[in-house]
């Protein structure tokens, strides 16, 4: 299959999509005591998706505010900030950029770099492309993905709490993008 093929089975138009950040979100699952899991969210983010001609020139960028995490219970949320954990002081973003976007139909992988604090590691996501739609109230075209993965807090310097907290944080992003208006 040619570049071309795959980017025609991806049919956005080329340009700079803008994220809707009200139908988008981060989730994540961690182990806590290794017998349960506890869900979470970021309440900030800010995301992009270049759309070029060729598939070898999309790519995607996101920030993600590690002060809006919400797991459900403010007194954990707060701990989980403080400089003994997570430290949102000395570590405030999680980054990634995308290197490579590759699948066709519904089914694609976006291999990339996420950077916590000063720390860069390797992340590829499992990406499912859910479609266009164009949304009556303004006309404007929206896209839809969800991309799974996962992470080892130990890769990342965050190795605080072994045994209390699974070392493996599962990621779910539901993102929808908006077209860019013809010039």
């Not at 109230?137 to 209390?164: C, K, N, Q, V, W």
Request: glycine letters at 10%; a negative charge.
């Amino acid at each position: 299959m040619t570049n071309d093929t795959a980017l025609t089975a991806l049919p956005l138009s080329p340009g700079q999509w803008a994220l809707d950040p009200f139908h988008s979100s981060v989730n994540f699952t961690v182990r806590h005591l290794g017998i349960a899991k506890v869900r979470g969210r970021f309440e900030r983010l800010e995301a992009g998706l270049f759309v070029g001609e060729r598939l070898e020139d999309v790519r995607v960028s996101a920030t993600v505010d590690l002060a809006s995490i919400d797991t459900g219970n403010t007194d954990r949320d707060a701990h989980v900030r403080a400089s003994d954990l997570l430290d949102v002081e000395k570590r405030p973003t999680m980054t990634y950029r995308s290197t490579r976007v590759s699948g066709e139909g519904e089914d694609w992988a976006m291999e990339g770099e996420l950077t916590i604090g000063e720390v860069t590691r390797p992340v590829t996501f499992a990406v499912e492309f859910g479609g266009l739609v164009d949304v009556p109230m303004d006309g404007s075209r929206h896209a839809g993905f969800e991309a799974t993965g996962e992470i080892r807090r130990s890769d990342f310097g965050l190795d605080f709490a072994p045994g209390l907290l699974g070392d493996v944080v599962k990621i779910q992003l539901d993102m929808q993008f908006v077209e860019p208006k013809a010039a």
